[in-house]
């Protein structure tokens, strides 16, 4: 992994070179992590003009779930507690002769600029935007099999719970007992808070469980996500409580599904962003439910579980093979409750044999 992460760094010093800044300092953790391997809490990395620098606040833990730092790269460990360490790497940077520093300013609060600013007045400060962003978007098969395991981790979680007694338990038992099911599974811990909606609750998007109780006739929607060695990946799914779903959740969840599946197939590299967003849209709008949508349909995934690209009406951009994204459609009727189907897939080309969906659970309507 070393020359991985090696190489990543490379890539991005060229492209600070070709800007004309001659370091960066990259704080934001997902950033660091997929730079540097590792990301301890409140560390940066330094890609200075002399050496590069893990800049971290305390010795490094040993928790392989933290990830572990490069062996190429050296680690700056502050000599006291409190310090900042994007400061003490501007430091570093002006010690090693850089003239100029990048920095992630949609990372940094205007006080920590300030401070980066005073500790090296000769420093000339750049921004340098989303560049690791844009890196990350396309993975590597390491970082896919990651989120792979992931997502087999998260199907046997759900897998159990379908198998267990429902009625009568609470959205909230529910949603704790699906994030312990992860971590027995190997999971680093959940990707996002698991979501578990029931009744007039089910089919919102980031719904926060409740107190309420799984009834008979109830829709159940559940979204969780589990987290493998930083990666993390998205599964939803929407079931009926009893043996036989009434007219009107057969038809919505049909609608959904369908829409998902005009989602999953538009997938392909040099598919636009919003093309794949409208493929999943025109399906659920033409039934009439254009107001009830959400604002996208899915997004990237990886060391973040909100990640480029957003598939979204008025996304710019075009799908690359290898990249991961979430196809994640849904209808919320207000006080009747509704249906949200979610899948990780990643973008592989026809010749390959078309996206591979990593969420495996099925998607058949199945009455609990």
């Not at 049909?254 to 962003?273: C, I, K, M, N, T």
């Not at 659920?284 to 009406?313: F, K, M, N, R, W």
Request: aromatic share 4%; net charge negative.
């Amino acid at each position: 992994m070393s020359e991985v992460y090696a190489t990543r760094r490379a890539q991005l010093r060229d492209r600070c070179n070709a800007a004309g800044t001659a370091a960066a300092l990259i704080s934001r953790p997902a950033n660091v992590r997929y730079l540097a391997g590792a990301a301890p809490q409140g560390s940066v990395l330094l890609l200075g003009k002399g050496e590069d620098l893990l800049v971290c606040a305390g010795p490094l833990d040993d928790r392989p779930t933290e990830g572990r730092p490069d062996e190429a790269l050296t680690v700056h460990v502050l000599p006291s507690p409190g310090g900042d360490c994007a400061v003490t790497a501007a430091g570093l940077a002006a010690a090693q002769g850089a003239e100029s520093l990048a920095v992630e300013e949609h990372h940094l609060t205007v006080a920590r600029h300030r401070a980066l600013s005073s500790v090296a007045a000769e420093l000339r400060l750049a921004d340098l935007g989303g560049a690791v962003e844009q890196l990350r978007v396309v993975k590597d098969e390491e970082e896919i099999s990651c989120l792979r395991i992931g997502a087999e981790i998260a199907d046997q979680a759900l897998g159990e719970l379908l198998e267990s007694i429902l009625v009568g338990r609470t959205e909230r038992h529910l949603a704790l007992e699906l994030e312990r099911r992860l971590v027995d599974h190997g999971a680093d811990g959940p990707a996002f808070a698991t979501s578990v909606a029931t009744g007039p609750n089910s089919g919102r998007r980031g719904h926060r469980p409740t107190d309420r109780r799984v009834e008979e006739g109830d829709f159940l929607s559940v979204c969780l996500g589990a987290t493998y060695r930083g990666y993390r990946c998205e599964i939803g799914r929407t079931f009926v409580i009893g043996t036989s779903p009434a007219d009107w959740q057969i038809e919505l969840y049909d609608l959904v599904f369908a829409a998902q599946r005009a989602g999953r197939e538009s997938l392909a590299p040099g598919a636009a962003y919003r093309d794949v967003d409208r493929a999943a849209r025109q399906v659920l709008g033409s039934a009439g439910y254009a107001e009830a949508l959400p604002p996208l349909t899915g997004h990237g995934v990886g060391l973040e579980i909100d990640e480029d690209p957003q598939l979204a009406p008025a996304a710019m951009g075009k799908l690359d093979a290898c990249v991961p994204v979430t196809v994640e459609p849904g209808v919320h009727l207000p006080g009747r409750g509704g249906v949200r189907i979610d899948d990780t897939l990643v973008v592989r080309p026809e010749a390959d044999g078309g996206p591979e969906l990593l969420t495996i659970t099925t998607k058949e309507l199945l009455a609990l």
